[in-house]
């Protein structure tokens, strides 16, 4: 399944003819900084897959508004994963599912057992709707628009804060009462999905939500401390650190 093949990122211009590279199992287009995008490279990283190539386009130059990119995405954005055959998807949880379905990552209830799948569901579109949904609004104002250079408002932050915080008080209740996990007693896809934005959460210095409750608090620490998702944070770390110390010494 782990067949070495680098998957560090190459910019839309250092693409290499195919028929000078071995072909990795699929492309997927990215950007840097993209949470949608971390979703998935968090569930290969957990599956173990590392036999794909990563292709960062580049956002403020609206590359993803491409027509090149807009035949993989009509919607104009990243995620996108390609297959050499053509296939091609794009949305970060249906890219998730379908990667996790295709390579057999452990990570999803059994199609038979109904119920852990309808509970499955069930929790994808409370993190959907009640989390990602806010925290994506708090994400755009602190973070994203830092970059481009565009007014934050506050009254969307605050307002986007308080539905977090509602939607974890929920978390913490259910935490306590059900298990684990946030679709129960086992380690899903689910509990992939949260992580970049929750980390955006903390990168804007809103880690209080998570550390404030304690069942919130010992899932975060359960779902970051396995061994393959606390190995790619700590490289993402490194690589933003890097990449900090280069712009500063320029
Ligand atoms: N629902 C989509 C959201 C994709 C998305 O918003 N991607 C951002 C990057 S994280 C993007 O491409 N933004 C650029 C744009 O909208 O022009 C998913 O889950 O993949």
Redesign the pocket.
């Known amino acids: 399944m782990s067949r070495a093949i680098a998957n560090s990122p190459r910019t839309a211009s250092q693409l290499l003819p195919r028929s000078r590279i071995k072909m990795p199992s699929f492309t997927l287009y990215s950007?840097r900084g993209?949470?949608?995008?971390d979703r998935i490279r968090l569930t290969l990283a957990e599956g173990g897959f590392t036999d794909y190539e990563v292709v960062l386009l580049n956002?403020a130059q609206r590359e993803?508004?491409s027509e090149e990119n807009m035949q993989r995405n009509p919607w104009?954005?990243?995620?996108v994963v390609t297959f050499p055959g053509g296939f091609t998807l794009?949305?970060?949880?249906a890219i998730c599912k379908y990667l996790t379905r295709k390579y057999s990552f452990p990570l999803l209830p059994a199609d038979s057992d109904i119920d852990a799948v309808a509970l499955f569901e069930q929790a994808q579109s409370e993190e959907m709707f009640y989390f990602a949904d806010p925290a994506g609004k708090i994400s755009f104002e602190k973070f994203a628009k830092k970059f481009i250079g565009l007014h934050v408002d506050e009254a969307v932050v605050s307002s986007a804060l308080k539905s977090v915080e509602a939607f974890f008080d929920v978390a913490e209740r259910r935490l306590l009462q059900r298990g684990d996990y946030m679709a129960g007693r086992e380690f899903t896809l689910v509990d992939i999905f949260y992580i970049p934005l929750i980390q955006r959460l903390f990168a804007c210095g809103y880690g209080d939500v998570i550390l404030e409750r304690g069942a919130v608090s010992a899932w975060w620490d359960r779902v970051t401390n396995r061994p393959a998702i606390k190995k790619l944070l700590a490289a993402d770390r490194d690589a933003i650190t890097a990449a900090a110390a280069a712009a500063a010494g320029k």
């Not at 993209?34 to 995008?37: E, I, L, R, V, Y």
């Not at 104009?76 to 995620?79: F, L, Q, R, S, T």
């Not at 794009?90 to 949880?93: G, H, I, M, T, V």
């Open positions: 950007a993209s949470t949608n995008a956002l993803q508004k104009g954005k990243v995620p794009y949305e970060s949880r």
